[in-house]
């Protein structure tokens, strides 16, 4: 398990108002299993717990990164949410996070109630010192 920082964040497509330039200040964990060559990106969070941002396994330089489970927010809102991401490794301590994160399904207690949504941007990510 390693910290990383967000360098930049540009793409942005926010309709799920994810606020992706917004967590630019918080470690970014990445964990990188060498026997199943399997990485994750970002924090555990909703049920089942799952890294954030997805796993998948690498070839070469390049991972697609999936998660789908279900999240809640302080107020009570619960959704339905996927992220797919396609990370690319450019450097031993740089890589790019294309990030696309639908939600849907909100609950009762959601200003939006069943409804969906789709963000999308992408990152540049390097090591936090």
């Known amino acids: ?31 990188y299993d060498e026997m199943t060559t399997v ?8 049920t089942p717990p799952q890294a954030a ?7 070469g330089n390049m991972a697609t990164l999936v998660r789908e489970n279900d999240n809640t927010d302080a107020s009570g809102c619960t959704w339905h949410e996927k ?11 740089r890589f790019s996070l294309a990030v696309t ?3 849907s399904g909100f ?3 959601c200003p939006a109630p069943g409804g969906s949504c789709t963000s ?7 090591r936090a010192q």
């Open 53 to 59: 941002y997805g796993s998948g396994s690498v070839a």
């Open 1 to 31: 398990m390693n910290n990383y920082q967000i360098a930049s964040t540009v793409g942005v497509d926010d309709g799920c108002m994810a606020r992706p330039a917004m967590r630019s200040d918080a470690p970014l964990p990445v964990n």
């Open 107 to 109: 609950g009762a207690a």
């Open 39 to 46: 990485v994750s990106v970002g924090p555990m969070e909703g």
């Open 83 to 93: 992220d797919s991401s396609t990370f690319a490794l450019f450097d031993h301590d």
């Open 101 to 103: 994160e639908e939600r």
């Open 120 to 126: 999308t941007w992408t990152w540049s990510v390097t």
